[in-house]
C-alpha cells in the first residue's frame, strides 16, 4: 500500500480531520495505523472502556444490543464516512459502551486517539458538526426502531425487512431474527406462513419475493384509497 492511500481515502471519508495538526495527521494516515479486522471480530463489548473513536475506511460494522441469553438485537450499522454514535456518547460522557460492535464483513479502519478526539470537538466546528449531525440522524432511527419494536407486530415487521432488502435475499432465518431482535424459530415460522401464502419462496439461505404487493399489504404499507364525498 502506497503511503499516500490511507491519508487520501481518509481525507475523502472524513474531510473535517484535515484540521488536524500536520504531524498528527501523518501519524493517523500513516498506513501502520491501518488497522484490519476480520469479518466476525468483536470491536468492542458491553461494559468495556472507550479508548477511541473509530474512522471506518472500508467494510460494515454491526452495532448489537445482546440478552444474557445471547440474542441481539441490531441497533444500527456503521459504514464509511460514517460515525459511531456509541463510541462518540461513550467518549463524550467518559462511560463505557452500552453496546456491542463486530465486524460484520472484513474491514480496515484507524482509530483517533481519545485526547485528540476532545481536542477536535471542543476546537474544530466541523468535525464538531459531523459527529452531532450523524448523532441526530442516529437517534431519530433508533427512534423509528423503538416504536417498530412497540407498535407493530413482528410479521409486519418483517415483511418490511424482506421488502427492503436486494433479491435474492441470502441471508440465514438466524440473521433476520438478529435484525428483528427476535428469535430464529419465530422467524422460521413466519416465513413459512409467507411461503404458503405464496408471498416468498424459501430456499437454503435465500428467500425470493414472488408478491411484493402482498408483503406490502402484511406490512401495512398499502392503504386503501380514501373513500369520496
Not at 49 to 54: D, I, K, M, S
Request: with cysteine; hydrophobic share 45%; aromatic share 6%.
Amino acid at each position: 500500500m502506497s503511503p499516500s492511500l490511507p491519508a487520501t481515502e481518509l481525507l475523502a471519508l472524513y474531510p473535517a480531520i484535515g484540521a488536524l495538526d500536520g504531524d498528527v495527521l501523518a501519524a493517523l494516515c500513516d498506513p501502520k495505523a491501518v488497522v484490519s479486522v476480520n469479518q466476525g471480530a468483536e470491536l468492542f463489548a458491553e461494559q468495556q472502556p472507550c479508548h477511541g473513536f473509530p474512522l471506518l475506511i472500508s467494510g460494515t460494522i454491526k452495532i448489537v444490543k445482546c440478552t444474557p441469553a445471547g440474542r441481539e438485537m441490531l441497533l444500527y450499522r456503521v459504514e464509511p464516512g460514517d460515525s459511531c454514535v456509541i463510541t462518540s456518547s461513550c467518549l463524550l460522557g467518559h462511560v463505557t459502551y452500552t453496546a456491542c460492535g463486530i465486524a460484520e464483513t472484513s474491514l480496515r479502519m484507524v482509530v483517533l486517539p481519545e485526547r485528540v478526539f476532545e481536542c477536535l470537538i471542543a476546537q474544530n466546528a466541523a468535525f464538531r458538526d459531523f459527529v452531532f449531525r450523524l448523532f441526530a440522524e442516529r437517534l431519530a432511527d433508533m427512534m423509528l426502531l423503538l416504536e417498530e419494536v412497540a407498535f407493530h407486530r413482528l410479521d409486519q415487521r418483517l415483511a418490511k425487512l424482506l421488502l427492503a432488502k436486494a433479491e435474492p435475499i441470502q441471508a440465514t432465518h438466524q440473521l433476520l431474527a438478529d435484525e428483528l431482535g427476535s428469535v430464529r424459530e419465530m422467524i422460521s415460522r413466519l416465513l413459512k406462513g409467507f411461503a404458503a401464502q405464496g408471498l416468498v419462496s424459501l430456499g437454503r439461505e435465500r428467500i425470493r419475493v414472488l408478491d411484493r404487493n402482498g408483503l406490502r399489504q402484511v406490512a401495512g404499507l398499502n392503504r386503501p384509497p380514501p373513500i369520496d364525498g
